[in-house]
C-alpha cells in the first residue's frame, strides 16, 4: 500500500518560514492535500490539489509537489501556527485514502 | 452554515456494536463523496472509510473492513458508521468529513468528532 513518509516534528522561529515535507513514491503524480490540527479541534484543510488555498487560509501557506516531495511552506510563521501538519493522497490502486503519519510544529 | 454534527459515540464492550451519525446541514449533501476518519488518543488521522456521493461506491479502511458498514440517507443528510466486533483498538474520536465529488477530493469540511471507547 502507499505510504507518505514526513518529518515527526518541525521547529521554526517567528517570523521565519517553515517547511514540512511529504514523502511517497512518485507522490508528484498524484494530487496531495494538506490539514492543520490544533490540540482539541478537529482538522482544517489549508491547501488542496498540490497548491489551492481554500477560502480563508493565510497567503502564507502554499504547497508544492513534485517528483517523490511534496511540500507544506509557511513563510512569516506566527505562534498561532503552531499545530499538527498532515498531508493526505488517495491512492488510486487500492481505492484507499492514504494520510501521512503527521508532524508537529513548534513555534521557537 | 455549512457543517456536520457527529453523535453516536460512548463507551462500548469488545466484541459489541455501535452506529455513529453524522447530520450535514448548510449544502447540498447529496453532491459530495463522504468520509469517516479516526485519531486514537494521541495518535495521527487515520481513514475509515468513504462512500460516494449517490451511496453506490464504499471503500474501507483493511483495518475495519468486514467490521464496518458505511452508508447515507440523501433524503435525510446523514451519513452513517455501523461498527461491529469492536475491538480495543478501535478507540478514537471519530469524524465525519465532507469529500469531493468523487473520492479522491480534499475534506473540505469535518465534524467536531465523537468519542467512541471500547473497554470492558
Known amino acids: 500500500s502507499f505510504v507518505l513518509t514526513q518529518p515527526p516534528s518541525v521547529s521554526v522561529a517567528p517570523g521565519k518560514t517553515a517547511r514540512i515535507t511529504c514523502g511517497g513514491n512518485n507522490i508528484g503524480s498524484k494530487s496531495v492535500h494538506w490539514y492543520q490540527q490544533k490540540p482539541g479541534q478537529a482538522p482544517v484543510l489549508v491547501i488542496s490539489y498540490d497548491s489551492d488555498r481554500p477560502s480563508g487560509i493565510p497567503e502564507r501557506f502554499s504547497g508544492s509537489n513534485s517528483g517523490n516531495t511534496a511540500t507544506l511552506t509557511i513563510i512569516r510563521v506566527e505562534a498561532g501556527d503552531e499545530a499538527a501538519y498532515y498531508c493526505?493522497?488517495?491512492?488510486?490502486?487500492?481505492?484507499?485514502?492514504?494520510f501521512g503519519g503527521g508532524t508537529k510544529l513548534t513555534v521557537l | 452554515q455549512v457543517q456536520l454534527v457527529e453523535s453516536g459515540g460512548g463507551v462500548v464492550q469488545p466484541g459489541r456494536s455501535l452506529r455513529l451519525s453524522c447530520a450535514a446541514s448548510?449544502?447540498?449533501?447529496?453532491?459530495?463523496?463522504a468520509h469517516w476518519v479516526r485519531q486514537a488518543p494521541g495518535k495521527g488521522l487515520e481513514w475509515v472509510a468513504v462512500i460516494s456521493y449517490d451511496g453506490s461506491k464504499k471503500y474501507y479502511a483493511d483495518s475495519v473492513k468486514g467490521r464496518f458498514t458505511i452508508s447515507r440517507d440523501n433524503s435525510k443528510n446523514t451519513l452513517y458508521l455501523q461498527m461491529n466486533s469492536l475491538r480495543a483498538e478501535d478507540t478514537a474520536v471519530y469524524y465525519c468529513?465532507?469529500?469531493?465529488?468523487?473520492?479522491?477530493?480534499?475534506?473540505?469540511?469535518w465534524g467536531q468528532g465523537t468519542m467512541v471507547t471500547v473497554s470492558s
Open positions: 468529513a465532507r469529500g469531493g465529488r468523487g473520492e479522491e477530493g480534499a475534506f473540505d469540511i
Open positions: 448548510g449544502f447540498t449533501f447529496s453532491g459530495y463523496a
Open positions: 493526505q493522497v488517495w491512492d488510486t490502486s487500492s481505492d484507499h485514502v492514504v
